[in-house]
């Protein structure tokens, strides 16, 4: 729900001390914000949704098999259908003649009858020989080798057996999956329901362009939908506490994001917004950039206070909320990016206390930092190949060490 | 379009042998068949989407940047802009008092202003001071370090520079991307179009489930969807040969994809569909399974016949129709999977001349195939970890020899 400008919020609580223009008196370490979003990640939940439909999604695992597939033994080519024993003693040179006969009775001695792929084969044939090994004529045909017991037949449940289980782990689901489930005569199936997220993003500072707001609002809506999460609302350029604070009260959404004045100006309001829609628990992170972020709830809704600054406003995203939106989604909650192990070729300096978020790039088979921490904005992450983040404990890496990088593409 | 059943379609011309109830006389190579593809593949169209739709999806590259990002000289922290040369020999027992002025102005001798990140400095400032750096009192603050020129501040075209390039490889839009598009005041860009693609699903054969068809319409719209195509119509079950004439010869798509009755079964008519509504170029592949697939063209539109067995479906549409599909939503054409060198623990068996297709499983580092390669159905690209094609040059792999493995998952 978008607030209502017209109407007032009266303000219950202010948790978290105010950090306008007196800065962060302390700050929660990365590794804090994170057992805090587990710790307030909720269960799943899951929904009905056609076969069709579930491209991508998180199937409810284990799920076990609800027939035998192929239901019965039946042709896997077309072709004619024989007593593999009456081909014994065929060859070039003495080919042996069998008698066409219709497909609706049990194959009689000395004949063969035709089967399409897939069909079920008359009683008493216990192999199918395609067109290409025969050679016929009218009624009759001529097979000219021997064909082993079971050739060109497909038996029962020899795909899947009923009862059996499928889809074991919680992957997204594949095209051959979905093909597998219709197989099996499937119409629809239990997914994991997609987290709702609600969106509102403070608007600019006086004095300020709007560029970072319009920045966050888009990438904030693909980074959800990348994770599995539907935006439910989406309220862009909210003025003022009040607006702001009845914006986060007002949500259905299972959680809700607040980006932007989350720092230490005078207009930096988002913090008591949340303080007085419900409560901070986490604002002021050791994290470089994106340490303006926070957390807290609003009822039982987890609320996340994301910094307005792009670049700060993706890593923090990552981080906290992001990890909340992959759980709830169903999937693994970690950075949804692949890892390689890289040799950097310059030093990356750090602060101890402080999680430093490295953009790098790809130079001769190492990495190099695009600049430093904390500059370069959103266009070093567009640049970047991927980044590198400095724990905590260390004052950061010289250049020949390896690394791992989280990598934003695939090397294919 | 779907086809009106009432309707008759005449039977253009019929190219391609009939080879119902005979078999294939020879095969094209499956290097032939993708040869066909890359030279039938149109070229790129693009449409303009709006920016927060465009994820995902492929930009005109090169893009270049059509303003300075920031704009202009601003704080990228919230503080007091100061000129830095006033705070040398500033100290903890040494700390400097100045007076804080109005942001309206140039900066007096001795003053400060408060600026939010993301402002403008006032003229003759250089550094921007944070709070947690200061000691404030009413209308005064003192400071205790000298700070260096361009601290807290972020330069005019220091993230982008107008006129310079931007996204320069045909990779699709990332969150960080749209962001960065969004900052710079972009609304909408141009993408490469998504290509239409209409599927037609011939029906059951008499006296067969319906369970592959079921299976090929389902997998095949997943497929489509991953490659970046659009499924524009879904005819399934149609049956007979005019039907799918006019199903194929109606479609305003960008390709048709017909799936099922491509064998060599009496109602295997969907080749002859083809012929009658178009040409067929190959029928009949040197490829296991997806041997009985096949391309043509109807008009300029092309047109791919699809075995109807769901497994073979899916090893043909990967290697042609995906092919072109991807190469016409600006994707890699290659087959879409993350590659990997595994040793082979159990030998492959190959035929000289045919391509084969083994799904295998990881097993402690290795792979191992799952039974034959066109034994297990659908289930076992279910089951399979990946794929390895064997070369038509080849008669197989002995175990120990390391292989490409085509992932179907990636491992994280």
Redesign the interface.
């Known amino acids: 729900m978008c607030p209502d400008s017209d109407r007032e919020m009266p303000i219950r609580r202010a948790h978290g001390g105010d950090v306008r223009?007196?800065?962060?008196p302390d700050r929660a370490s990365v590794d804090e914000a994170i057992a805090w979003v587990d710790r307030h990640t909720p269960g799943l939940s899951f929904e009905e949704v056609r076969?069709?439909q579930a491209?991508g999604r998180i199937p409810k695992t284990p799920w076990s098999a609800p027939a035998d597939?192929?239901?019965t033994d039946?042709a896997?080519?077309?072709?004619y259908a024989v007593r593999s024993a009456e081909t014994i003693g065929a060859g070039n040179y003495n080919p042996l003649r069998f008698r066409v006969q219709e497909?609706d009775g049990p194959l009689l001695p000395g004949s063969v009858a035709?089967v399409?792929?897939?069909?079920?084969l008359p009683q008493g044939a216990d192999a199918v020989l395609?067109?290409?090994a025969v050679q016929?004529h009218l009624d009759a045909l001529d097979v000219s080798s021997p064909v082993a017991p079971g050739t060109g037949i497909?038996r029962k449940a020899?795909?899947?057996r009923a009862g059996s289980t499928?889809?074991e782990s919680a992957?997204p689901l594949?095209?051959?999956?979905?093909?597998?489930?219709?197989?099996?005569?499937l119409k629809s199936l239990q997914v994991v329901r997609r987290p709702r997220v609600q969106l509102a993003i403070a608007g600019?500072?006086?004095?300020?362009?709007s560029?970072?707001g319009?920045?966050?609002?888009?990438?904030?809506?693909?980074?959800v939908?990348?994770d599995g999460g539907i935006v439910d609302t989406l309220c862009a350029d909210i003025s003022g506490r009040d607006a702001l604070a009845r914006a986060i009260a007002g949500s259905r959404a299972d959680l809700v994001l607040v980006a932007g004045r989350t720092?230490?100006?005078?207009?930096?309001e988002s913090p008591l917004a949340l303080a007085a829609a419900g409560e901070v628990a986490i604002h002021g992170i050791a994290l470089r950039p994106g340490g303006s972020a926070g957390m807290g709830r609003v009822g039982a809704t987890p609320a996340f206070l994301l910094p307005?600054?792009?670049l700060a406003?993706?890593c923090a995203y990552d981080l906290f909320p992001g990890r909340m939106i992959r759980g709830l989604s169903g999937r693994?909650p970690?950075l949804p990016y692949?890892?390689g192990e890289f040799e950097l070729r310059r030093k990356i300096v750090s602060a101890v206390g402080l999680v430093d978020w490295y953009r790098v790039r790809l130079v001769g088979g190492g990495v190099e930092p695009l600049g430093g921490v904390?500059?370069?904005?959103?266009?070093?992450?567009?640049r970047a190949d991927g980044f590198v983040l400095v724990p905590a404990s260390l004052e950061g890496y010289p250049p020949g060490k390896r690394v791992t990088v989280h990598l934003?593409?695939?090397a294919?």
């Open positions: 223009q007196r800065g962060f076969v069709e491209r597939l192929p239901a039946c896997c080519v077309d072709g497909h035709l399409a792929s897939g069909e079920a395609p067109f290409e016929a497909a020899e795909q899947v499928l889809l992957q594949r095209p051959q999956d979905l093909g597998l489930l219709a197989s099996l005569g600019p500072k006086p004095g300020r362009g560029a970072s319009d920045a966050d609002g888009p990438m904030l809506a693909a980074l939908a990348r720092a230490t100006g005078m207009d930096d307005g600054d792009p406003c993706l693994d970690g692949p890892v904390e500059s370069g904005g959103l266009a070093s992450a567009v934003y593409r695939e294919h």
